[in-house]
Every structure is written in structure tokens, then in C-alpha cells.
């Protein structure tokens, strides 16, 4: 329900325990919707870019270009999205850096008008 288009979420660590890791993959235009990591201390997530072509934007920035072997870190508190380009899959390593009082927010979807135009 947070998500335009399929997505696929493979867990790499129990979920539940200390470092949650997964493997997301995104068919060609799927995205998810803008949506916050909120910690009150540390928090946030990082994104390794693994094959395919995404996007990855924060709120009040330029969408940036994702392929493969690229890093996105992500700090608690900013709002953002990722997912595929339209022409493309697009799979990322997900990990939930550990912090106190973690949670997510998931806030309105990426409209088709906002995505066409990258």
C-alpha cells in the first residue's frame, strides 16, 4: 500500500533483530511514496545500489540517478522516495541503521506528474 507498481522485499538478516537487511527490487516505474525514517537518536537507512537504474530523491532537492554501486545515506528525519526509472529494474541493498525510538513514516505517493518528469 505504499508503493506504485510491484516490489519485491527479500530479508538478508532477521528483520526483527539489531540490523535489518534487505534486498528490494522495483519493476520498471514502481516507486515508493515520499515517507520519513524518524529516530530520536541515530536512525535513518542506507541504500546500495545493485542492478538496474532508480531514482532516489529528498523533499526540496533535485531527483539524483541511481546504478549500480552507488551509496545513498540517508539520516533520520529527512523525507524522501525511491524506485525504478520507467525503462528499468532497479534492485538496492536496504539497511535500518540502528538507533533509539525508530519508526517510519509513510506519507502521499510520488504522483505520475512529479515522476514523468524526470
Known amino acids: 500500500k505504499f508503493f506504485i507498481g ?3 522485499l527479500n530479508p538478508l538478516t ?5 540490523l535489518p537487511i534487505h534486498n528490494a527490487t522495483f519493476e520498471p516505474g514502481c516507486r515508493n511514496n ?3 525514517h524518524h529516530a530520536s537518536r541515530g536512525g535513518g ?4 545500489c545493485t542492478a538496474g537504474e532508480g531514482w ?5 532537492r533535485p531527483a539524483v540517478s541511481l546504478t549500480p554501486g552507488m551509496v545513498v545515506t540517508i539520516p ?10 520507467a525503462n528499468s ?9 540502528p538507533g533509539k525510538n525508530c519508526r517510519n513514516e ?5 504522483s505520475d506528474e512529479e515522476y514523468n518528469k524526470l
Not at 14 to 18: F, M
Not at 45 to 48: A, E, G, K, T
Open 76 to 85: 533520520a528525519g529527512v523525507k524522501h522516495w525511491h524506485g525504478a526509472k
Open 56 to 60: 532516489y530523491q529528498e523533499e526540496g
Open 45 to 48: 537507512q542506507l541504500l546500495i
Open 89 to 97: 529494474w532497479f534492485s538496492h541493498i536496504a539497511v535500518e541503521v
Open 34 to 36: 515520499w515517507h520519513i
Open 6 to 8: 510491484d516490489s519485491f
Open 14 to 18: 532477521d528483520p526483527k533483530g539489531s
Open 106 to 110: 509513510w506519507c502521499e505517493p510520488v
